[in-house]
């Protein structure tokens, strides 16, 4: 029982690290958007879809900075509605708007090679780069959590009461399926993936390191620390190795 509670705890630690780091990246490309854009795009979707009219309510800046930042991960932005007994949905044209560039879609992939790069390099001990990729490929968790947040809390909708047709209801927002597998998990494992490759460092190897005083020293990956073997005396006794000493990088 006590083994299955040791596991289990090494798993969260596992994921801890690279579940901030992917939230971290998440947040941080929205942030970037919200600065460049965040003053540009809420009054013209307001105008474009709600025809400027103030009963129907404007979408909020956070909710058309969102639209934008998953349309920079390629994820479908959906306008649906209803009056009376008919419905439609179709796709926002998000691209379409003066408010959007194409240099957007290249904030999410900067963001997420650029958190994996430093997630890697500085809180993991990897092998080769390749482990290094595996590594920032699992900051997918928090990013994948972060996309399903927003793309629900940044779905616009209202609501209003004509006399002639009944009730008439509108929303935008990412499409929820497309917001977890495309943004939420395709992105942040490639880029992570490639982030985390470039962002193994070597780590120092016995057949590199210099002999000190004399005795060949070994180096050991698990913990960071150089250890001397024994060396025989003359008299056939053998004196213990010098302590273990940190390895600083």
Do not use: C
């Amino acid at each position: 029982m006590s083994a299955q509670t040791t596991d289990g705890g090494s798993d969260i630690e596992k994921w801890k690290l690279p579940t901030i780091a992917g939230i971290v990246a998440f947040l941080g490309g929205f942030l970037v958007t919200y600065v460049l854009k965040g003053s540009d795009v809420s009054g013209e979707i307001a105008e474009e879809w709600n025809g400027g009219a103030e009963e129907v309510g404007e979408p909020s800046t956070f909710e058309a900075v969102s639209w934008l930042f998953f349309e920079a991960h390629q994820v479908s932005i959906e306008m649906s509605g209803s009056w009376g007994d008919e419905s439609f949905t179709e796709p926002a044209e998000i691209q379409e708007l003066a408010a959007w560039d194409g240099y957007l879609q290249l904030i999410p992939i900067i963001a997420i090679i650029a958190v994996a790069f430093v997630f890697v390099k500085n809180y993991t001990q990897t092998a080769s780069a390749e482990e290094g990729a595996k590594q920032g490929a699992m900051i997918a968790a928090g990013y994948a959590l972060a996309a399903l947040v927003i793309a629900y809390t940044g779905t616009y909708s209202e609501s209003m009461t004509d006399d002639f047709v009944g009730t008439v209801s509108m929303s935008i927002g990412p499409d929820l399926v497309e917001a977890l597998l495309l943004a939420g998990l395709v992105y942040p494992a490639l880029g992570g993936a490639l982030g985390g490759y470039f962002g193994h460092e070597q780590r120092p190897v016995a057949e590199n390191a210099a002999p000190e005083n004399g005795v060949e020293q070994t180096y050991d990956e698990s913990d960071d620390t150089v250890t001397a073997p024994s060396v025989e005396q003359s008299d056939g006794t053998s004196s213990e190795p010098p302590a273990e000493t940190e390895q600083t990088q």
